[in-house]
């Protein structure tokens, strides 16, 4: 039984965190999960997720968690630029794109806040990025400038402007790219004294 738990443990090395069904797959016990927290080699990050006790947690495991509890999620607004580098943004939710008519699920951790969007809105720019053991789905840059003035009642017009000058100057997107997004949004008409601006 040693060499199992010993295979349980490096399998969350490998894979960053783990679920009873990955050990499901491979025909081991469950019970493997809550003898390893027991011995303290692993720890219950939230509800049915398990990840080893020494691993550094990083913002970056919300977002993993975030999209794999909400498989049809994409981050957006202030998650996205924080993972785009791009602002001073550290929200403490994990900002989450669903579409306008789907089921909202119930999730305990990470904290989530969810923005609903329709359409080419929620399918243009969405950047698949492979992080661990997640895929991770996030908005472009681009997109995620225009969403920002779209939902600038929400997050502040200044986080808008800041995201998009700093965007601009770090050369995360083309104006080719921000146009488009613009367009998809229905934000052009807003955006053009700023970008005048650039």
């Not at 490096?10 to 011995?39: K, M």
């Not at 924080?82 to 990470?110: C, E, L, Y």
Request: glycine residues 8%; proline residues 5%; aromatic residues 8%.
């Amino acid at each position: 039984m040693a060499s199992k738990l010993q295979s349980v443990e490096r399998l969350a090395r490998t894979r960053g965190s783990l679920r009873a069904r990955d050990l499901a797959r491979r025909g081991l016990p469950t019970i493997y999960l809550a003898r390893l927290v027991e011995q303290g080699r692993l720890v219950q990050h939230a509800r049915g997720i398990y990840a080893p006790a020494d691993s550094d947690v990083t913002e970056r495991h919300d977002w993993e968690l975030a999209c794999t509890r909400v498989p049809g999620g994409v981050l957006c607004l202030l998650t996205a630029l924080a993972f785009h580098g791009i602002g001073t943004q550290s929200p403490r939710q994990v900002w989450m794109a669903i579409a306008n008519k789907a089921w909202q699920p119930r999730v305990d951790h990470p904290p989530l806040r969810f923005v609903r969007f329709s359409g080419a809105a929620l399918t243009h720019g969405v950047v698949s990025v492979r992080g661990g053991p997640a895929v991770l789905r996030v908005y472009s840059p681009a997109k995620t400038v225009a969403d920002c003035f779209k939902f600038r009642q929400k997050i502040g017009l200044d986080v808008a402007v800041e995201a998009l000058r700093e965007g601009w100057r770090e050369k995360k997107f083309t104006l080719a790219e921000l146009t488009k997004a613009a367009e998809v949004c229905r934000v052009g008409r807003v955006m053009q004294p700023y970008l005048e601006m650039l």
